[in-house]
């Protein structure tokens, strides 16, 4: 039943993506509403098949790269319908769906079984520590995605180059402005699930901070969003640079979440 | 009955002509009210503007109709009727179907897709309409007109491109902004095209108005225009650091704003992106500017490449727009052609009836022996049988099929029904 869930969500989301990229070359309204609806669809199945699990496996469905890497992608859906509600950005989808689907992709291929949770990380600072990280993680994904449209809406206000996804592109100070709420929201996100991490450590490990690659590298992408935010307010980096640091901070973040598990020999690994 | 449009455009009248035949002020209400007098004319509707005069009218005999509407616009401008004559188009049937469908879309305008002319034509009609010279007829093909225009701004992109410099220029800035209220603009000379284009920013929207110009009085009169203020034109770069929006056109013969100093601007203006618009020839703004982050520098020929890619696609969405016009020619057609049967059938009936009633009274007559009673029997086996007799007919007649035409003229010739009593 999860099974067939889960690879029903990710049909829809594979559907979604191919018509949001179709979008890209040659859209209109009708496609996108499509798109909105097909993704809608498949989160609806998605976050069934997340609560299925959970009740399954008794805790937030999150111990294994399967399990976190389609949570992460349920959270990046989250923040999108959460923006297309706000701000009815069509083809915004074009831009955050197909990572969306290398999410679950990657998700589909990797061992599905639920493996009884070590009793060290027994706890609710999972649920907390967790959600957080990923939420944060996921809103800091949907900036790159936007930086992204930034950088080419900027590309044709530059080259005078108008063509037709311009016009359907929205406008810079729109996309800054987005990027710039997406980041304020993912740093403090970001901040607490680094805090509770450090909590939790000390309750079922002893120590706050352990030098662990995961905290490491957590860390760094922690400083690369403090500089994107602390550059904006000071020195008035914002636009086109801002995407850019928003891009860069999120490779930091993928390399977080895969480099390191598959890298680098880690407490976060999952056994 | 027929639906005739007798017009003259743009196109085919200079404006000379067009001022003579145009029906302005309480003008229009006696033109109505003369063109409706006209006995072959039996519903008016008039649409008069500064590109057009369309006379959209119902009437049985098409060709009396048209020279007297002619004569009475003679008489009604006082303009002999060679003077005009060639300038005139009439429409009848489904090409004034068209000819209707088409300006209500826009797409026989001057400017193809421009909106106003939908407004401008619902105008027409509810003037008509509060003057009941309108009828059935007329009435169905303005709504069908407005609607038919509806449909073909939702389902082309005809109107959704600027196609003015002025325009291009808003459109490029909303593209940055978002939207102007909020932002500080400033105009930089006062060139004639730089005033219509500053015209559309202040119009939409921008609340902070700087005009700084060579001769200061002309900077205060403009700025004054523009319910902005004046500034010293030595000055202006101290201003720039506030300003999101830049209309350039000082007849300067070089450059009056370079690389450096802009880029000291942005600086100071913490790198908030600025448009600038250089309509100035020879170019007064360092074209390298362009090359600084968050600043947009758009010249003449840019803005006019921007017009040109526009004009050019609402010419390929005219021609989708085309497409939904034939549709609802076709459907209009077909509703018109409905109300044909409705007569035909009742003549039908009425002829039939007529037969019963002629073959009762020589019945009757010829064996007046006969009781109210026997006669009521018969009577009542005439009225099934010629019920009998009408019903398919009847039937076929309010089919929707393709040859309707040929079968109400059928139907009339195999039963002897001369209709078209009402017609000359």
Known sequence: ????????????????????????????????????????????????????????????????????????????????????????????????????????????VLPREIRPLSPVLQSYWLGIHTFLAFLGNASFAVACGIGIMYLLQEHYLKSKHLGDLFKRLPSLQVLDEINYKLITLGFPLLTLAIITGALWAESAWGSYWRWDPKEVWSLITWFIYALVLHVRLTAGWRGKRAAILSIIGFLAILFTFFGVNLLLKSLHAFS | MKILVIGLNHKTANVEIREKLAFNGPKLEEGIFGLRRIPAVKEVAVLSTCNRVEIFTCANNTASAVDNIKNFLSDFHDMPRNDFEKSLYAHTDSGAIRHIFRVASSLDSMVVGEPQILGQLKDAFDFALSKKTTGVLLNKLMKKAISTAKRVRTETRIAENAVSISFAAVELAKKIFTDLSGKSFMLLGAGEMAELAARHIVNNGVTDVMVANRTYDRGCELAKEFNGKPVKFEDFLNELQRTDIIICSTGAPTYVLFKEQMQKVMKERKHKPVFIIDISVPRNIDPEINKIDNVYLYDVDDLQDVVDTNILERKKEAEKA?????????????????????????ALRQKAEEIKNEELEKFKNKFPEIDEEKIKAVEYLATAIINKLVHPPTVALKEDTEDRDELIAMIKKLYGINGDENEE
């Open chain 2, 322 to 346: 085309e497409k939904i016009i034939d549709e609802e020619v076709e459907k209009f057609i077909k509703w018109m052609s409905s109300l044909d049967s409705v007569p035909t059938i009742v």
């Open chain 1, 1 to 108: 039943m999860g099974t067939v869930l889960f690879e029903l969500a990710l049909t829809f989301y594979f559907a979604a993506t191919i018509i949001s990229i179709v979008d890209i070359f040659k859209g209109g309204k009708e496609s996108s509403r499509l798109m909105l609806f097909i993704t809608g669809a498949g989160f609806i199945i998605h976050s069934v098949s997340i609560i299925y699990r959970y009740i399954a496996a008794g805790h937030l469905p999150i111990t294994s790269m399967h399990e976190a890497s389609s949570f992460f992608a349920w959270c990046i859906v989250l923040i999108f319908f959460f923006l297309e509600y706000r701000y009815k950005i069509g083809i915004m989808g074009s831009f955050i769906l197909p990572l969306v689907f290398i999410l679950m992709l990657s998700s589909s």
